[in-house]
């Protein structure tokens, strides 16, 4: 199957292979993976920034997808963490590999491996 696709396409192809095989298995959530391919729909009303460290237009951004995933099972109450600790994900954002450092609080043990 690899020799007929193009170089590009073979990690893309690789990761719905694996998808589905989770899908199989019961281990990805449908709504999480709807929220993975479509992200937050909706009005959402974004409230003040409580940041110092993030510009207008980014909180907006993150709240955004605060506001979508807090209606994930896994991330239930993410949004109001967040904006009360918000000082605690300054150093995930300033991360230069951020993908592989801790989230703060209880969110490490809550998420499951997708």
């Known amino acids: 199957m690899c020799r007929s696709l193009f170089e590009k396409h073979k990690l893309l192809f690789s990761f ?33 920034n409580p940041t110092d460290w993030l510009d207008d237009l980014s909180w907006a951004e993150v709240y955004k997808q605060l506001y979508g995933m807090n209606n994930l099972e896994a991330f239930k109450g993410i949004d109001t963490y967040f904006i009360e600790y918000n000082k605690k994900f300054k150093k995930n954002f300033d991360a230069p590999d951020a993908h592989v450092e801790p989230l703060p609080g209880e969110w490490n043990n809550k998420l499951n491996s997708f």
């Open 16 to 48: 719905l292979l694996v998808t589905k095989i989770l899908f199989g298995d019961n281990k990805i959530d449908p709504q999480e993976w709807r929220y993975f391919l479509a992200g937050p729909s909706g009005a959402i009303d974004i409230p003040h």
